[in-house]
């Protein structure tokens, strides 16, 4: 990938997040935001106007800057690309904080090749946050100025800080894995979606520990920590940008102790 093509692709994904923020702002801890469960199941799955809304936004950006990119988000879908390139978006990953009035939710943008997500955006608009990495960048934006991200490294899971978004995680098996991993960590902490993935990439946090999650859910995530020298795989060890089961972890001695318990789930 040539120099002016990193230039572009990283200016297109500002310009989708910057589109998105204002947006999900407009709608942010006001009374009138419409909730809508998508569940089929009688379960809540929540989905806002504000989702809606964002994404078109982002795809908005994207018709105007990359029309000849693929795109994958979560409210609207697929649309077919041809140019070898796929947005993946997540207008509002933390619809339940978003709706809640709590600033932990953040909007996601990713673009990847056939290999997985080669740069990344976690942006925060409430907190004026923005975390990016990929293309030879590992960066946080914030009020305080723009400052290197850089995972904290390895240390023994006897020392590390833990989260997951639902004390719930998963099928009983999942649950059983993480409660064995969580036994062994120094702290646990719950709720935080893909801003735990932020805590992570800024050097707080040791591991994240999820399960049926999304493309839209962690390209971006994988992008970001992975530039700032971290490891996300699924609990296999394998590629996680498909989504499923996912371990993010700050350094190899996090991630293969971890590994080790969660691996057993068939």
């Known amino acids: 990938m040539s120099a002016f093509d990193g230039d572009a692709l990283r200016a297109t994904a500002h310009a989708v997040a910057g589109a998105a923020g204002c947006a999900a702002l407009s709608y942010f801890r006001r009374a009138t935001l419409g909730v809508e469960n998508k569940a089929p199941d009688g379960s809540f799955d929540p989905v806002t106007q504000a989702d809606r809304a964002v994404e ?49 939710w953040g909007i996601l943008v990713a673009v990847s090749d056939d290999n997985g997500p080669v ?23 914030g009020p305080r100025g723009t400052f290197p991200l850089h995972v904290c490294g390895d240390r023994p899971l006897a020392d590390s800080i833990l989260f997951t978004t639902f004390p719930e995680l998963g099928s009983p098996a999942e649950a059983k894995a993480f409660s064995d991993v969580a036994q062994r960590v120094r702290l646990t902490r719950y709720g935080l979606d893909c801003y735990a993935y932020a805590m992570l990439a800024l050097g707080q946090i040791d591991l994240v520990i999820e399960s049926g999650l999304h493309a839209y859910d962690i390209c971006a995530p994988i992008a970001v920590i992975e530039a700032a020298g971290g490891i996300v795989t699924d609990w296999q060890g394998r590629p996680a940008h498909a989504g499923g089961r996912v371990l993010a972890a700050a350094g190899r001695q996090q991630h293969e102790a971890a590994l080790s318990m969660l691996s057993r789930v068939a």
């Open 56 to 104: 078109a936004a982002m795809r908005s950006v994207l018709a105007d800057a990359r029309p000849k990119d693929a795109i994958l988000g979560e409210e609207d879908g697929e649309q077919v690309g041809v140019s070898g390139f796929t947005w993946v978006l997540d207008p509002i990953d933390g619809t339940r904080s978003f709706m809640s009035g709590v600033p932990t």
């Open 119 to 141: 740069y990344g955006i976690i942006d925060q608009p409430y907190m004026g946050e923005r975390f990016a990495g990929g293309l030879g960048e590992a960066v946080l934006t």
